[in-house]
C-alpha cells in the first residue's frame, strides 16, 4: 500500500510555471508506475503525464507536450510535475496516481492506477 500527498499548486498568471510534487509514503517507491491527471469543474478526470518506475520511458498528452515535465526522485520518494507556460485551459485540480509495477510501462488510463492523492488546486488567471 501506498499514500500520495501532492503539494505545489495555487493560484499563477498565464505564462507563469508551478512545480507539483507527490510525496509517496513506503519503502517500494521505486517499484512503481506514477502518473498525474486533472480534473477540471464539470469535466473527467483526464490524463496529463506519465513515468515508469526507473524515470526512463515518459510520456504526455498532446495538450501539455513540451509545456510540461514529469520526473521522479526514487530516493525522495517523489514524483515531480514541473509546468511551464501555464495557460487558463490549465486550471484544475491536480492528482497523481500509483500502480504497483516494477516494469518498464508507463500507463495513461486512471483505471490503471490503484493509489490516489488528495488532489492540489492548479488556477490560471489570463
Known amino acids: 500500500q501506498v499514500q500520495l500527498v501532492e503539494s505545489g499548486g495555487g493560484l499563477v498568471q498565464a505564462g507563469d510555471s508551478l512545480r507539483l510534487s507527490c510525496e509517496a509514503s513506503?519503502?517500494?517507491?521505486?517499484?512503481?508506475?506514477m502518473g498525474w491527471f486533472r480534473q477540471a469543474p464539470g469535466k473527467e478526470r483526464e490524463f496529463v503525464a506519465a513515468?515508469?518506475?526507473?524515470?526512463?520511458?515518459?510520456y504526455y498528452a498532446d495538450s501539455v507536450k513540451g509545456r510540461f515535465t514529469i520526473s521522479r526522485g526514487n530516493a525522495q520518494n517523489t514524483v515531480y510535475l514541473q509546468m511551464n507556460i501555464l495557460e487558463p485551459e490549465d486550471t484544475a485540480v491536480y492528482y497523481c496516481?500509483?500502480?504497483?509495477?516494477?516494469?518498464?510501462?508507463?500507463?495513461?488510463?486512471?483505471?490503471?492506477?490503484?493509489?490516489w492523492g488528495q488532489g492540489t488546486q492548479v488556477t490560471v488567471s489570463s
Open positions: 496516481a500509483a500502480r504497483y509495477y516494477p516494469g518498464s510501462s508507463y500507463f495513461t488510463g486512471p483505471h490503471d492506477y490503484a493509489y
Open positions: 513506503g519503502r517500494t517507491f521505486s517499484s512503481y508506475a
Open positions: 513515468i515508469n518506475w526507473s524515470g526512463g520511458s515518459t
